[in-house]
């Protein structure tokens, strides 16, 4: 676990790191893999770790066992749990699941909506611990809010507060890297500098973080960034591959049957409206928990659009836009192009300031004809009133064009 500032100085910090990591991931190797195989492994060589002056409380942010999971996500984290065969990880408490084994937090937010299973698959056979910080509340995103600067977008500072959370809860902070999956597969420019901008929103604080790097254009691959993490946390190069294999399998069957319980939404009885907006925007319990609860209230069903045959939408989205570079854009943009003769209506939903959707959702509105479109753009301000407020008006709109108010 991270250790105070008293015991982590200079040269003697760095031995202590090298040792207390080699002792934990000897301990995990031990439990969860062929004895003496990590030890052989050169366990010392966890590196990306950003050890700083620990000036900040470790407890900031912290939240004991927040039952605020968001209707969705917590439906989400048991459906891919079972998928799996295990229980849903993410709901048990944080204080419950220290250990003396290697720890890997990874904060409830952006990447890990899309994630999760892989992750946790993939710490879970090497027998690493993994913590998830809190679902979202308001402490979460002040918190957050308070390491970001102007610019950061909502999602982003949304992360930053979990990142908070999870400070002296785990060895190491999961932020990984990723820039793209190939050409026009790019990711937004934030997920390509996210250990960057994590480390740098915390000046003052120890932060510990594990990370891998994917870009495809330029032949790094996930599963060799995968290799990596695993050799760098001291397993076994064999025994890192067949975790890395069984974690992909587990996150695209948890992924596959996800999407046939949405594809199931398009034929229910009722209105129908389809969510354009980014995972961890839709599923935050905090802020996306608020659109998806009123929708409910207002008898609507709500179907997301970015849960969807990823490789389909990216073949489709050409028809909304032969130029989008955006991996998930391109996905929902596809996704759109399949189903919106399916829905009554359409919800962009973003976070503030997002540059990818401010140009994807502005081209939507242009495109998106004979069809009701309502742009709703979140921020730390968004309060349930006004939300309710345009959600109602939306829904009358197209219940006075369907005849039925
Ligand atoms: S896509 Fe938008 S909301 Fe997501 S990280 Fe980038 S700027 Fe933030």
């Not at 190069?237 to 996800?258: L, Q, T």
């Not at 961890?280 to 609507?300: A, C, I, N, S, W």
Request: with cysteine; charged share 30%; hydrophobic share 40%.
């Amino acid at each position: 676990m991270a250790r105070s500032s008293e015991e982590r100085t200079g040269t003697e910090k760095k031995r202590k790191d090298g040792t207390g990591t080699a002792a934990k991931a000897a301990a995990t190797a031990a439990a969860g893999l062929a004895a003496g195989a990590a030890a052989a492994a050169g366990l010392a060589a966890v590196s990306d770790l950003a050890g700083r002056g620990a000036n900040q409380d470790p407890k900031a942010g912290v939240k004991s066992g927040d039952p605020a999971g968001g209707g969705d996500g917590r439906e989400q984290a048991d459906l891919e749990a079972a998928a799996r065969g295990g229980a849903a990880s993410a709901d048990r408490p944080v204080e419950e699941r220290k250990t003396d084994r290697l720890t890997v937090g990874i904060p409830r937010a952006m990447l890990y909506y899309r994630y999760h299973v892989l992750w946790e698959t993939f710490f879970h056979e090497l027998g690493v611990d993994t913590v998830v910080s809190a679902p979202t509340s308001r402490e979460t995103f002040l918190t957050g809010a308070a390491h970001a600067n102007d610019e950061t977008c909502l999602s982003e500072k949304i992360f930053l507060g979990h990142v908070a959370e999870l400070v002296g809860k785990c060895d190491f902070i999961l932020t990984p890297r990723i820039c793209n999956l190939g050409r026009r597969r790019e990711y937004c420019v934030r997920f390509q500098a996210m250990p960057d901008l994590t480390r740098n929103s915390f000046p003052e604080t120890e932060l510990k973080l594990l990370t891998y790097s994917v870009d495809e254009i330029h032949g790094a691959r996930e599963k060799d960034a995968f290799l990596g993490m695993g050799k760098e946390l001291g397993f076994p190069r064999k025994a890192v591959k067949r975790a890395y294999d069984r974690a992909r399998k587990a996150d695209e069957d948890a992924w596959a049957k996800r999407v046939r319980a949405e594809e199931k939404k398009y034929s229910q009885e009722g209105i129908r409206i389809l969510i354009a907006g980014h995972s961890y925007v839709y599923q935050d319990p905090y802020f996306g928990g608020m659109v998806t609860d009123e929708l409910r209230k207002l008898d609507v069903i709500p179907v997301r659009a970015d849960v969807t045959d990823r490789k389909k939408a990216l073949d489709l989205s050409v028809q909304v836009s032969p130029t989008c570079k955006w991996e998930v854009s391109r996905e929902i943009l596809g996704s759109i192009a399949e189903h919106r003769k399916k829905v009554d209506g359409i919800i962009l939903l973003s976070a503030f300031p997002c540059g990818p959707d401010a140009m994807v959702n502005e081209l939507l509105v242009r495109k998106l004809q004979g069809i009701p479109v309502l742009n709703l753009v979140l921020d730390g301000q968004t309060g349930a009133a006004g939300i309710e407020t345009r959600l109602e008006s939306f829904i009358d709109i197209i219940r006075l064009q369907q005849g039925s108010l």
